[in-house]
């Protein structure tokens, strides 16, 4: 098999039995907040400042890169808060063990079978709410099935997400309003959201209760965690107490500044990437000479429609659209140059030539988890990593189909 000259893959263990990267050449990356990701047996654990995050999928480790958000759902670990309007239920704590290993879930327990069970909270935003997501983790504990409503906060209270869940089967029974998604979240959990577009600016009430065909047994539900954030899919966990809470943008820089990594004409770029599904933002992946001029690079398109790879030589320009489901799985994508073509495969098969761009393997010498430069928010990559390669020496369209294959 040949062998690539950069790799940014993570495969070295940590003292906390997490997974850390070993990457070459000098790397900068960075988040000026606290990040959360899940181990390998699916628990929730947190990464300091500036640390990078990977996740267990399996037996497959992968970077979470995500941009900036804010989780506006206050007390989400503490039910007995006041912030928590309660109505026909009672919340008792250290029910079991939360999805971050700890004795910290809180039990929701009917108290009635004749009316609806539920709590709420309303929550503060200030301006006008682009899409929004409320997700919360939920197991079973008898009480079927859970329901999620996201509603207007001042009078008329006009729902704008709307859905019941079964915490046995793992599946959404009912979505009349938004956007319903349920995720196994390991050990009996689920992570449950609804997403849509709040009808107003300002607060929204959250409502978590009894589905309309709710059955009132056992000990009603466990819950914890809850997050509302101002974004298409629910982004990884945020622990707030009494206001709300930011987590920066996760950066990557590679720089090869002795240039040894990108030193030949022919070559090839290899991206195994994930997108979260992020509406009309742009997310992307890139090797660039930290230029507009020269770059290959894999970004998202609107609305989830696909990916777009895009290679560049100063005014030359080759743009390539690739429908693949973004938010639900990995796509891999190798692309090849020689400074006379360029050659695309995507999960094992070539889809595209082009000969307009005459871009070489020599010509870039960075990697970012955005468009070229490391500090551009708006144009971080939103998802999961799980490997980038370059490797310079030519590859056959044979050998990049075999290494692309899904």
Not at 110 to 135: H, I, N, R, W
Not at 240 to 268: K, L, M, P, Q, W
Request: glycine share 8%.
């Amino acid at each position: 098999m040949k062998q690539p000259s950069f790799v940014l893959i993570p495969f070295a263990r940590s003292l906390n039995g997490n997974i850390l990267p070993i990457i070459g050449y000098t790397t900068i990356f960075n988040r000026s907040s606290i990040g959360t990701t899940i181990g390998k047996d699916k628990i929730l654990i947190e990464e300091g400042n500036g640390i990078p995050r990977l996740m267990w999928e399996g037996d497959k480790v992968s970077y979470i890169t995500e941009r900036e958000n804010t989780n506006y759902y206050l007390w989400n670990t503490d039910f007995s808060n006041a912030t928590h309007v309660n109505t026909n239920v009672a919340f008792t704590n250290e029910e079991g063990i939360a999805p971050n290993g700890k004795l910290e879930s809180w039990a929701m327990k009917p108290t009635t079978q004749s009316a609806v069970a539920k709590y709420s909270q309303q929550v503060a935003t200030s301006g006008s709410l682009d899409e929004s997501t409320f997700s919360i983790y939920a197991k079973n504990n008898g009480t079927e099935p859970i329901n999620i409503l996201l509603a207007r906060g001042t009078a008329p209270y006009t729902n704008w997400g709307d859905a019941d869940f079964n915490l046995t089967s793992g599946t959404v029974v009912e979505n009349s309003t938004g956007t319903a998604r349920i995720e196994d979240a390991g050990n009996g959990w689920y992570r449950i959201s609804v997403s849509g577009t709040p009808v107003d600016t300002g607060g929204q009430i959250i409502r978590i209760g009894t589905g309309s065909t709710a059955t009132y047994l056992g000990d009603g539900v466990e819950l914890w965690g809850g997050q509302f954030e101002t974004n298409k899919v629910p982004t990884s966990f945020i622990k707030t107490e009494g206001s709300s809470v930011f987590r920066d943008n996760d950066y990557i820089d590679f720089r090869d500044y002795d240039e040894d990594a990108f030193s030949e004409d022919e070559g090839a770029f290899y991206f195994d990437v994930r997108f979260d599904d992020l509406g009309d933002a742009l997310s992307m992946v890139t090797f660039s000479d930290g230029t507009t001029n020269n770059k290959i690079q894999v970004r998202s398109q609107a609305n989830n429609s696909g990916i777009m790879i895009l290679v560049s030589k100063d005014s030359d320009l080759f743009t390539y659209v690739h429908s693949v489901d973004a938010y639900s799985k990995n796509v891999k994508v190798m692309v090849m140059v020689d400074g006379a073509s360029t050659r695309v495969s995507v999960n094992g098969e070539i889809v595209a030539v082009d000969t307009s761009t005459t871009i070489a393997f020599s010509d870039v010498n960075r990697f970012t988890n955005t468009d070229y430069d490391y500090r551009d928010n708006s144009t971080t990559f939103s998802g999961i990593i799980s490997d980038i390669r370059a490797y310079p020496m030519k590859i056959t369209d044979a050998e990049a189909n075999y290494i692309t294959n899904i």
